[in-house]
Structures are given as C-alpha cells and as structure tokens.
C-alpha cells in the first residue's frame, strides 16, 4: 500500500472514531438530562 493511501485510510479511521465520540456524547448528555428530570421529579 502506497504511504497516500495508507494516510488516507489513517485520515478517515479517525474521522469515523471522532464522530463515533461526538455521537456517543450528544447521546449520553440527551438521554442523561432526561433521567435526571425523572429521578428529580420522582422524588418531590
């Protein structure tokens, strides 16, 4: 494999981890704010 191409590759493995990351955070801060509304609510 040619060093451009395994940079390439390189390049867009990581793109695909970052936005992996980026999803998984807005996820948990959504879901999480969520729950916290219900433990709170339960709880009055």
Avoid: Y
């Avoid at 390189?10 to 807005?26: D, H, P, R, S, T």
């Amino acid at each position: 494999m040619s060093d451009r191409k395994k940079m390439k590759k390189e390049f867009m493995e990581k793109g695909l981890v970052l936005c992996l990351a980026g999803a998984l955070a807005v996820g948990m801060t959504a879901c999480g704010s969520a729950i916290r509304k219900r433990i709170s609510h339960r709880q009055e």
